[in-house]
């Protein structure tokens, strides 16, 4: 299948192709180039190998007319499976930027995860004493409940799929074949990390399934060895319990205990959710949240105009989501630096985010104190080279009009194409080039000139 794959300096839209990172049932997964961002993203191509072809034209279509009907509903699903992977926010599992079709297919864009491999990464660190699996698994875990609170499994949890980057955090790649829990589940099988219910598709598959796999990962990483495969283990298990290695002076046997409990070949002897796991393996649950005392200082309130220059930035990096996770994080913040601090922490590219924090490195005086020589957003010197082209109300009315088709992210578009264009009409030009939908592109710029100069 990867001798169908997209030649490097291939562009699909604005992802100039890089090479090929990986190749599954379903679909390969490319390093490309964000050309607009200068940023490496991961870019997943739906292309079933059994029932699809690349033509000359580097186009996808079914490989036969019989297959047209299964190639279309593949496509809906990669579609539908990428938008509610898009919604996931957690800095422990892989991001979705975006999805969109072209060249007959479908496309999803991932963080690219700069980092090694867990196999790669643990060899030189081994052994890991107890402290530092513990801090492997629980991100995972919390991530993991993520994931099953909005109703999805993972399914092919495994070391190749968890990557560490570049700062020590893991993170959890490849949800190919992450499914609603009530959706008809095909069979999915990683010898020695599938649990058995995996092995048809009839299996009761649910949130311990997904712990099953990664006890499995924890098993290896404290053994050294992979765990028997699940279907050798249903009528006589004859792997080792993890609370019989030698590795007991390393670990406390609770902690040994609950890698084995949650690799029970029976789903129903294992823990149910990822909460009761975590509490038998770390002794601890996640934080609730904590009634409010009078001495517990509470979030501050933000200038509307900071945090409007705080989502125009982070939209760069987040894309339309960027209004939302700012509102969230505000919400929770005591200064405008912590506040810069939370949103940073979710840019998991280093240089980008060392960018952001240094953007808004001045952020650390109090709302009554203007930020050195701004108020407003109109102050920063890029929107201020925008205002200086052309009158506010122009940039505010283009804003408005691009934000009906892309959202927030329109005005840092606005404030680019500002600084560019020599006129009103040659700045909806350059917007419209940001739409992808050749008919919204055509109504936009059909509305936006014939009614410039109007409110």
């Given at each position: 299948?990867?001798?169908?794959?997209?030649?490097?300096?291939?562009?699909?839209?604005?992802?100039?192709?890089?090479?090929?990172?990986?190749?599954?049932?379903?679909?390969?997964?490319?390093?490309?180039?964000?050309?607009?961002?200068?940023?490496?993203?991961?870019?997943?191509?739906?292309?079933?190998?059994?029932?699809?072809?690349?033509?000359?034209?580097?186009?996808?279509?079914?490989?036969?007319?019989?297959?047209?009907?299964?190639?279309?509903?593949?496509?809906?699903?990669?579609?539908?499976?990428?938008?509610?992977?898009?919604?996931?926010?957690?800095?422990?599992?892989?991001?979705?930027?975006?999805?969109?079709?072209?060249?007959?297919?479908?496309?999803?864009?991932?963080?690219?995860?700069?980092?090694?491999?867990?196999?790669?990464?643990?060899?030189?660190?081994?052994?890991l004493?107890?402290?530092?699996?513990?801090?492997?698994?629980?991100?995972?875990?919390?991530?993991?409940?993520?994931?099953?609170?909005?109703?999805?499994?993972?399914?092919?949890?495994?070391?190749?799929?968890?990557?560490?980057?570049?700062?020590?955090?893991?993170?959890?790649?490849?949800?190919?074949?992450?499914r609603?829990?009530?959706?008809?589940?095909?069979?999915?099988?990683?010898p020695?990390y599938?649990?058995?219910?995996?092995?048809?598709?009839?299996?009761?598959?649910?949130p311990?399934?997904?712990?099953?796999?990664?006890?499995?990962?924890?098993?290896?990483?404290?053994?050294?060895?992979?765990?028997?495969?699940?279907?050798?283990?249903?009528?006589?298990?004859?792997?080792?319990?993890?609370?019989?290695?030698?590795?007991?002076?390393?670990?406390?046997?609770?902690?040994?205990?609950?890698?084995?409990w949650?690799?029970?070949?029976?789903?129903?002897?294992?823990?149910?959710?990822?909460?009761?796991w975590?509490?038998?393996?770390?002794?601890?649950?996640?934080?609730?949240?904590?009634?409010?005392k009078?001495?517990?200082?509470?979030?501050?309130?933000?200038?509307?105009?900071?945090?409007?220059?705080?989502?125009?930035?982070?939209?760069?990096?987040?894309?339309?989501?960027?209004?939302?996770?700012?509102?969230?994080?505000?919400?929770?913040?005591?200064?405008?630096?912590?506040?810069?601090?939370?949103l940073?922490?979710?840019?998991?590219?280093d240089?980008?985010?060392?960018?952001?924090?240094?953007?808004?490195?001045?952020?650390?005086?109090?709302?009554?104190?203007?930020?050195?020589?701004?108020?407003?957003?109109l102050?920063?010197?890029?929107?201020?080279?925008?205002?200086?082209?052309f009158?506010?109300?122009?940039?505010?009315?283009?804003?408005?009009?691009?934000?009906?088709?892309?959202?927030?992210?329109?005005?840092?578009?606005?404030?680019?194409?500002?600084?560019?264009?020599?006129?009103?009409?040659?700045?909806?030009?350059?917007?419209?080039?940001?739409?992808?939908?050749?008919?919204?592109?055509?109504?936009?710029?059909?509305r936006?000139?014939?009614?410039?100069?109007?409110?």
């Open positions: 299948m990867s001798a169908q794959a997209l030649p490097a300096g291939y562009a699909v839209q604005e992802y100039r192709i890089e090479k090929l990172l990986g190749v599954g049932g379903f679909g390969l997964t490319y390093l490309a180039t964000d050309a607009n961002l200068n940023l490496r993203v991961a870019l997943k191509e739906y292309l079933p190998g059994d029932i699809a072809l690349r033509g000359p034209d580097q186009s996808i279509q079914p490989s036969a007319p019989q297959n047209v009907e299964d190639f279309n509903w593949g496509k809906r699903r990669f579609l539908d499976e990428s938008r509610t992977l898009a919604s996931f926010r957690h800095p422990n599992i892989v991001r979705v930027m975006r999805f969109f079709e072209a060249n007959g297919s479908a496309y999803m864009v991932m963080e690219y995860v700069e980092g090694d491999a867990l196999p790669d990464w643990l060899k030189p660190r081994r052994p004493g107890e402290a530092q699996v513990a801090a492997l698994v629980a991100p995972l875990l919390d991530g993991l409940e993520v994931v099953h609170n909005a109703g999805y499994m993972h399914r092919d949890i495994k070391p190749g799929n968890i990557y560490i980057r570049n700062d020590g955090s893991p993170v959890l790649l490849d949800f190919g074949s992450a609603q829990k009530n959706q008809e589940l095909t069979a999915i099988v990683t020695g599938a649990p058995f219910e995996q092995y048809h598709s009839q299996g009761k598959q649910g311990w399934s997904d712990i099953y796999a990664l006890a499995g990962v924890a098993y290896w990483v404290i053994t050294g060895n992979r765990p028997l495969e699940a279907a050798a283990r249903v009528r006589q298990d004859a792997m080792a319990p993890a609370v019989q290695t030698l590795e007991r002076e390393r670990y406390r046997p609770e902690f040994l205990a609950a890698i084995d949650a690799l029970a070949p029976n789903e129903d002897e294992r823990p149910q959710s990822v909460r009761e975590r509490e038998a393996l770390l002794g601890t649950a996640p934080a609730e949240p904590r009634t409010e009078l001495s517990q200082p509470k979030p501050q309130a933000f200038e509307a105009a900071f945090l409007r220059e705080l989502e125009g930035e982070l939209a760069q990096h987040v894309g339309p989501v960027a209004p939302v996770m700012v509102r969230n994080a505000a919400k929770k913040a005591h200064s405008p630096a912590e506040l810069v601090h939370l940073a922490a979710d840019i998991t590219h240089g980008v985010r060392n960018k952001f924090e240094r953007r808004f490195a001045e952020a650390s005086r109090p709302v009554s104190q203007p930020r050195s020589g701004a108020t407003s957003r102050t920063e010197p890029a929107t201020a080279v925008a205002v200086s082209r009158p506010a109300e122009v940039l505010d009315r283009a804003e408005r009009r691009l934000s009906q088709y892309l959202g927030a992210v329109s005005r840092v578009l606005v404030k680019r194409a500002a600084m560019k264009a020599r006129d009103e009409s040659e700045l909806y030009l350059l917007l419209a080039d940001e739409i992808e939908n050749p008919a919204e592109k055509k109504a936009f710029i059909r936006a000139i014939s009614a410039s100069g109007k409110p």
